[in-house]
């Protein structure tokens, strides 16, 4: 499971060693664990860096596509320092893994 900083950094630059991770997941070499939380707000970052909509559409659909979609129900509060990397430790535990996609906003 990748944080949102390295799907930006993956993204703004795609010779980055981020890129080749992701990159490798769409191939089929591993499959990238992501929640609706982490592409909402890999969406809010791309737009902080003036991509369009049309673009990170595409670029996030590519992610989730190929990726295991976990839907966080209750989202802990243990991560005291950068409180929205706490769905990340829920999204992790098999328990709560989906194929489905209800959260996102971005699409």
Request: glycine share 0%; hydrophobic share 40%.
């Amino acid at each position: 499971m990748l944080d949102t900083n390295a799907y930006v950094s993956a993204l703004n630059f795609p010779d980055s060693p981020l890129a080749v991770i992701v990159e490798d997941a769409q191939r089929g070499m591993y499959q990238l664990i992501i929640s609706p939380p982490i592409v909402n707000e890999v969406a809010d970052v791309l737009r902080r860096f003036e991509w369009n909509e049309h673009d990170i559409r595409v670029r996030l659909k590519t992610i989730t596509k190929n990726s295991e979609i976990v839907v966080p129900r209750i989202i802990p509060d243990v991560i005291k320092e950068d409180p929205p990397d706490n769905h990340i430790l829920l999204a992790l535990s098999p328990a709560r893994r989906t194929s489905s996609f209800p959260e996102i906003s971005t699409f």
